[in-house]
């Protein structure tokens, strides 16, 4: 999985055509959308959806094995890794087929869209791990990640969209003590968020057709 603009690249004035030859979309929900020029999604009524990659911001584990009261091992990494893919697909799942009315599928048709996704730049701010005590991870945030997602023409794997978007964990409550219920309640929201904004611009595809 590749694209030919980075995370930061969101920061500076981002290209008009990627090297693919897909459009910069102006004015969407998310901080960066290319396009191929008058894609059509209205034909897609089923959704193959690919469990994401999910990688950690560069020197996460040596940052958090750095501050004192805490060890994140390789395995922890794994597992939040794993929780989050899950998580992932759990999400999704239920907006695009629950709130959406799309079908899941595993096999390829000219009516099904292939969604693939990857996190990058997971920065999770007090992992709770074995190795940690607790009492140090009193801090505001759960953390941020980055969403990159490229849509498919399943049958001629033909690329669609691209799309990518970054979103930092601003729950407004007090200070508390950070654990895998709190971090996992910030990522289920920053997915959902992701998710409703798939499912809606799906939908508006089949709208605008319909009139």
């Not at 607790?134 to 490229?150: C, D, K, Q, V």
């Amino acid at each position: 999985m590749s694209l030919s603009i980075t995370a930061t690249a969101a920061e500076r004035t981002p290209p008009q055509t990627t090297v693919d030859g897909l459009n910069l979309i102006e004015g969407t929900k998310m901080a960066l959308v290319y396009a191929k020029p008058d894609v059509d999604l209205s034909q897609y009524n089923r959704i193959l959806l690919i469990e994401p990659q999910v990688r950690f911001t560069r020197g996460w584990l040596r940052t958090q094995n750095s501050i004192p009261n805490q060890t994140v091992r390789k395995e922890d990494m794994e597992r939040i890794k794993k929780d989050l893919a899950e998580l992932f697909m759990e999400v999704f799942r239920q907006e695009l087929q629950n709130n959406g009315g799309y079908v899941l599928v595993d096999g390829v048709a000219d009516d099904v869209l292939i969604v693939r996704p990857a996190i990058i730049d997971l920065d999770v701010f007090a992992p709770d791990t074995p190795g940690t005590t607790r009492s140090r991870s009193a801090i505001p945030s759960a953390g941020t990640m980055t969403l990159y997602m490229e849509l498919i023409d399943s049958v001629t794997g033909d690329m669609l969209v691209k799309a990518m978007d970054n979103k930092f964990d601003r729950t407004r409550t007090r200070i508390q003590a950070q654990n895998r219920i709190r971090n996992e309640g910030a990522a289920r929201e920053m997915l959902s968020n992701w998710a409703n904004v798939l499912r809606l611009a799906l939908d508006e595809a089949r709208t605008v057709v319909s009139k």
